[in-house]
């Protein structure tokens, strides 16, 4: 019976230690996007491309922004590793003056909290 107990304990163990060190890891292609001089009222979106270089499947749980003027958009399902997926930024470019915000991912990866940065400045070509 202590042979049978001994077995299971090492059995689940194991089990749980491959488990562990199953994670999901995120890599962005860039980290900031510069939207560099940009007319008011042009098309404000973007795209933060990234990786899971992990081995675990990768959910992006939430995407915030620090402010209303920038709407971000996650993906719905989880991205398989080594699969891409994009993490997508509409800023309101009908605000003149420079962008400086920043896009806080929430996922399940190995760094579970990642701050993305977008800059840039939106001028006014009708004042002159």
Do not use: H, W
């Not at 402010?67 to 891409?84: I, R, S």
């Amino acid at each position: 019976m202590k042979k049978l107990i001994a077995i299971t304990v090492f059995v689940l163990a194991g089990f749980t230690t491959v488990q562990a060190q199953k994670t999901a890891k995120i890599e962005f292609k860039s980290e900031t996007i510069d939207y560099g001089e940009i007319k008011k009222g042009s098309d404000g979106l973007r795209v933060f491309e990234f990786t899971n270089t992990g081995d675990a499947p990768l959910v992006i749980e939430d995407v915030k922004s620090s402010c209303g003027c920038t709407v971000p958009k996650k993906p719905e399902n989880p991205v398989l590793p080594g699969e891409t997926g994009k993490i997508e930024v509409k800023y309101d470019t009908n605000r003149v003056g420079p962008i400086r915000k920043t896009v806080t991912v929430y996922s399940n990866a190995e760094e579970p909290v990642k701050a993305l940065k977008i800059k840039g400045t939106v001028i006014d070509d009708s004042q002159g």
